[in-house]
């Protein structure tokens, strides 16, 4: 008897509790496939944790190879899906493409940030979804904070220091509360101008803080960050972002190089190019989450259209409860198409919430009991280590070194401005300057470089040209071997502001023959180098900013 095939689009909390669950229930009888763009599972909840400095970001990574045995991991992203043919067409990390065929097809493909349209939010605005954007986040904060401690004036200290985070869901939530404490550290190494410190704003058109849950946890939020001194602004949001500050829908503009798009998620593009039936982008499913007319087909998670059992005739949230629990759900149902038991309608029963504020601070409300403080803490660190499928020690060791010790503030400048745009279909990844291809709905621009990417208090919005070859004399080459003094090659800040034309300085002395010619500028030459035979002929071009796309809540 022949194996069933089975392919796995997506490892999130949906398609990873899906492949874990599956490799257990159908007993050797399938060949289990994991379409993937990285070769980890992200624990999106502690997420605010790395940006703060508090979690190291492997902490939050979980192997797919070391934890799902039995599953074969494909690294690559899905693009055109045949259904007739039942086939996945998707393109690896160095621009292969390959094709999986498949018997029973799982699509858990996840979501992406929410973009509205907002004037100037795609350009000068970061999401939240992925590990890149985290560590963007935080290396942005410990510069900005630098930069404000050596600023030339007040209104320029007070813009740096100032952090607006737009959406009071989860992500917002807990970014400005573990972000305000994070930037109160800094400061402690990096002191402000006299009376000044670092000032955030939670940015929401909703009436309270955490709409979605409990007034509980809505009043013990909005306690905990006003005592932070963060400023809360309830039914108010951004009008239009620019380099400089944000404008607010009530008038006020607000200095800041640091915008956190935070509002929310919506299911990721591919769902859409299934050609399957949607909710609001979503696909639509039957309970046993199925697609109907193609019983081969399981979508689940917040590329799904769920119906939710306690409350007829609507969908369940894109949330992470209950994406990894209709991957288990999901797992079972293969089974029972493999012969094993029967289909069964995906069923929910809320055990409560709980909200990380930072410190020892946090909201929670377990089977309904209302928390606050240090007991609503260790239950919110209990839950996550429970639901945590590994690492479990390195993240104590982690928590126990944050109590104990000051955090690291240093930026690596790993992440840059434009390679984490709002606006894209893999916030899982971070763009790079070349590569073999791009996501489809990635616009490419010169020579290979990411089109378009967000702003967030990085201006890469002007052109940095790098020296372009010009003839060398026979003489300035052997001249040039031996090294001059003063040769100096051309170089990007460390993650900082790239926005003045960067020429590499010519070397000295020179003759004046050499001098003139210079100052008339010879044919192809932005500025000579002394890169010591290097090649330094290409124009580098800072991408510009792009649109955006989603990041979901946990």
Known sequence: MSRARIVIVGAGFAGYRTARTLAREARGRADITLLNPTDYFLYL????????????????????????????????????????????????????????????????????????????????????????????????????????????STDECRARCTFVVVGAGYTGTEVAAHGALFTDALVRAHPLRRGMR?????????????????????????????????????????????????????????????????????????????????????????????????????????????????????????????????????????????????????????????????????????LGVPLSGLPAHLVTRGYHLAALPGNRVRVVSDWLLDAVL??????????????????TASPELARVPTGPSLHPTDTPGTEGQPARGGGGGEDTSRTVTAPTPEPVKEEERRRREQGPDGAAATGGGGGGDTSRTVTAPTPEPVKEEERRRREQGPDGAAATGGGGGGDTSRTVTAPTPEPVKNEGDH
């Open 198 to 366: 670092p000032r955030w704003l939670l940015l929401d058109l909703a009436p309270r803080v955490l709409p979605e849950l409990g007034r509980h946890l809505s009043r013990t939020a909005d306690r905990v960050l006003r005592e932070r001194g963060v400023e809360v602004r309830t039914e108010t949001s951004v009008k239009e972002a620019t380099r400089d500050g944000v404008l607010l829908t009530d008038g006020e503009f607000v200095g800041t190089r640091s915008l956190v798009w935070c509002v929310g998620v919506r299911p990721d593009p591919l769902a859409e190019s299934t050609g399957l039936p949607l909710e609001r982008g979503r696909i639509l499913v039957e309970p046993t989450l199925q697609a109907p007319g193609r019983p081969e087909v399981f979508a689940l998670g917040d590329a799904a259209a769920v119906p939710d059992p306690e409350n007829p005739g609507q969908y369940t949230p894109m949330t992470a409860q209950h994406a990894w629990r209709q991957g288990r759900t999901a797992a079972r149902n293969i089974a029972a198409t493999l012969g094993d038991g029967r289909a069964r309608p995906y069923r929910h029963k809320d055990l409560g919430f709980v909200v990380d504020l930072g410190g020892v601070k946090a909201a929670a409300d377990p």
């Open 45 to 152: 909840p502690l997420l605010p944790q790395v940006a703060a400095g508090v979690l190291e970001p492997r902490r939050v990574t979980v192997s797919l190879p070391g934890t799902l045995r039995g599953v074969r991991l494909v690294l690559g992203e899905a693009g055109r899906i045949d259904l007739d043919a039942r086939i996945v067409h998707f393109a690896d990390p160095e621009g292969g493409e390959g094709t999986l065929d498949y018997d029973r097809l799982v699509l858990a493909a996840g979501s992406v940030n929410k973009l509205l349209p907002v004037p100037g939010v795609a350009e000068h605005a970061h999401g939240f979804r992925g590990l890149p954007e985290a560590l963007y986040l935080r290396d942005h904060i410990t510069r900005q904070v630098e930069l404000a401690a050596s600023a030339g």
């Open 406 to 423: 000051p955090r690291q503030a240093v930026q690596l400048g790993l992440v840059r401005s434009w390679s984490v745009p709002l606006d």
